[in-house]
């Protein structure tokens, strides 16, 4: 009987974690990508793209939960963006910024709280491009940015959290590409072919 009992309970006991198994479906979100419009010709024989070093990631740092690299969005931007077209020189990319940061809101208190859905988390999201050459016609350089904030709901799942971050990514990655586009041929015209 004592055995029963054990085989029994050890059943049981596989059957209920076999139960919790849960895995989160692959979310599959759009490519970010800017080939549908035409690059630059810069006058360099090759274009560097560099990271800034990486900071200790400030309190609620996201990046690396990011359903999309930020800062695989921005090489990807100067991979397509810019073509080196010239004999010499060197074009410097570098990724300033790259990050999305989640800041605690305050909550509705007391018996109103129970009955308010708020808005518990702020991402503020930040991505910063410059792009340097220098060479014996003298020094160049063009810069862009951009800041975006959304905030979230305290009942939001996953899905829709991810949706949001990919969202922020791709608004980021957008007006900085924006803003490029009246940058480039303002600063870096001496180098355009």
Known sequence: MRVLRTVCAAAFVTLSLAGCDTTVPARNFPEISFA???AYNL???SIEVQKQPAATPDKGSLVHELPVSITDVAEKWARQRLKAVGQAGTAIVRIEKASVVEEKLKKTGGIRGAFTTDQTERYIGELEISISISDSRGEA???????RTRSIAED????????????????????TDEQMDQQIPVHLVNYLR
């Open 156 to 175: 939001a799942t996953l899905a829709e959290r991810e949706k949001l971050w990919f969202e922020l990514v791709e608004r980021l990655a957008r007006e």
């Open 43 to 45: 006058d360099v024989a």
């Open 141 to 147: 350089m063009a810069r862009a940015g951009a800041t």
């Open 36 to 38: 549908h419009k035409p």
